[in-house]
């Protein structure tokens, strides 16, 4: 009995003290909610607005890195729509739009012919060096093509071409930046475009990655933010 009393009143105790918490609890609930609420909604609200100085860079968005290709990233197919949005928002505003895309010859260095670690991708002028057909790259965009000798291999849509010459000469200041693959040509691309002085604004919607190794496309985000660009989906765009 001695026993069972302090039992029983330490049940009630445990009781009342599971009890107590709860008004407090009641009140954290209500609490935290608005200052995560407020979080919340200056994360999703509409903050960026396009405006003159912006550009938009589709980073090799070919059909041999495509499901079916012959370097295909996984999911690859996904930043086609993704990056249609951008453009045709861009293309809406009158800003100007880049593409980037591998233009090898048939003996380029990088394919394992040569030594290099890829299978033939991109050869000059084949189908599967052609831009994603859904990617309705206006009329106006330019093109931007990288290591087409044999020689030479660039990553960066900035490597051994007049890009940056480019962006300049428009007065470009600040770049968005999507397409293929998250873990070398966008992260090269936005490695050197930050080296280079522009802002960056990386479409996080608008990326896939190869993930040779597990998690690469996530440690090439990290590295990209890290470095200093911003993260932005399209909701972020104030319309
Ligand atoms: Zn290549």
Redesign the pocket.
Known sequence: MSLLVPRAAGSLTIVNIAAAPGPDNALGSVRIPLPFAAVRHMNTSPSIRLQSGDALIAVDVQNDFLPGGSLAVPEGDAVVPALKRYIAAFAARALPVFATR?W?PPN?C?FKAQGGI?PP??VAATSGAEFASGLALPPAAVIVSK?ATPEA?SYSGFGGTDLAARLRLGRVTRLFIGGLATDYCVLNTVKDALAAGFEVLLLADAIRAVDVNAGDGARAQGEMQKLGARTIRYEDLAS
Request: charged fraction near 20%; charge should be negative; aromatic fraction near 12%.
């Open positions: 591998d090898h380029h990088s890829w991708h991109c290591a291999d």
